[in-house]
């Protein structure tokens, strides 16, 4: 599952055999990857979006792990645009059914935060080590075209952490405060993650979600987005989703 136009492209160029089915005004492309049988989706922006996106992956079209890339804001002091956050727990920064619950928490499931299983997160951040490493982006590397100085960007830190999501794209100083006070943990916000974490919970089935930080979530986000989006977000998705794939075959 994609979150972006532009991440989706370059896997659907990758997939020899896609062919879409459309249902709820969704197109989900079905074919192969790397010799894995996908499912490929854009989920759209939102928690309700992504979790009817997840939803139907799991009841329509019986996928049997989810894998999200996307972009997202850094929070934590280091998570720079251009790092990627591998999450090892989810939570959603607008979930406040107090006095009812505590703030948070997920009603029904006496939790704050989900957690994908250790392994797949484990897997996925080998990929993302992997896909990102030294020589892939050295000159004659997979990744050796993105051209990181140029969009001033300083080589991928991988991050592994907390992820907080909510139906709002961060954009203050002021609320980065909010969100980490509240949330110290925090490594990146976005609007996807943590929906997809609760369907895949309910369902019993592993993910993993991993996010290339576009932005600082405060005012002065002085990467140019679009640009970002298709240049280096986009890539290392791909990078990150085909090497995790050649993992899981080579661990099978
Ligand atoms: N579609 C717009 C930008 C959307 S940004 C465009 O292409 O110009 C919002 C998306 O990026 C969401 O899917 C969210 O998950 C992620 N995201 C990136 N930075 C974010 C931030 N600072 N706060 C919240 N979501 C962010």
Redesign the pocket.
């Given at each position: 599952m994609a979150?972006?136009p532009e991440e989706l492209q370059a896997l659907l160029a990758a997939m020899p055999d896609e062919a879409a089915v459309t249902v709820a005004g969704r197109q989900f492309w079905v074919g192969h990857l790397c010799g894995h049988e996908v499912v490929a989706v854009l989920?759209r922006?939102?928690k309700v979006a992504a979790a009817t996106t997840t939803t139907l992956l799991l009841t329509r079209f019986g996928v049997g792990e989810v894998l999200f890339t996307?972009?997202?804001?850094g929070l934590a002091e280091g998570v720079l645009p251009g790092d990627v956050v591998v999450a090892d727990a989810l939570a959603q920064h607008d979930m406040d059914a107090s006095p009812l619950f505590p703030r948070f928490e997920l009603p029904g499931l006496g939790v704050a935060t989900l957690s994908p299983p250790a392994a797949t997160t484990a897997r996925m951040r080998a990929a993302v080590e992997e896909a990102l490493s030294a020589a892939s982006l050295a000159a004659g590397g997979a990744l050796g075209d993105v051209h990181l100085a140029a969009l001033g960007l300083g080589k991928p830190r991988v991050h592994q952490g907390l992820i907080i999501?909510?139906d709002?794209?961060?954009?203050a100083a002021t609320r980065c405060r909010e969100l980490l006070a509240a949330q110290p943990a925090a490594m990146a916000?976005?609007?996807?993650?943590a929906a997809v974490a609760q369907v895949c919970h309910d369902f019993g089935v592993p993910y993993a979600i991993v996010?290339t930080v576009?932005?600082?979530?405060d005012d002065e986000?002085h990467i140019d987005?679009?640009r970002f989006?298709a240049s280096v977000a986009s890539r290392y998705s791909q990078a990150i989703i085909e090497t995790y794939l050649r993992i899981r075959e080579a661990a099978h």
């Open positions: 979150a972006m989920s922006i939102g996307g972009v997202a804001g999501s909510g709002q794209f961060i954009h916000v976005e609007m996807e993650g996010r576009s932005d600082r979530a986000a987005f679009p989006v």
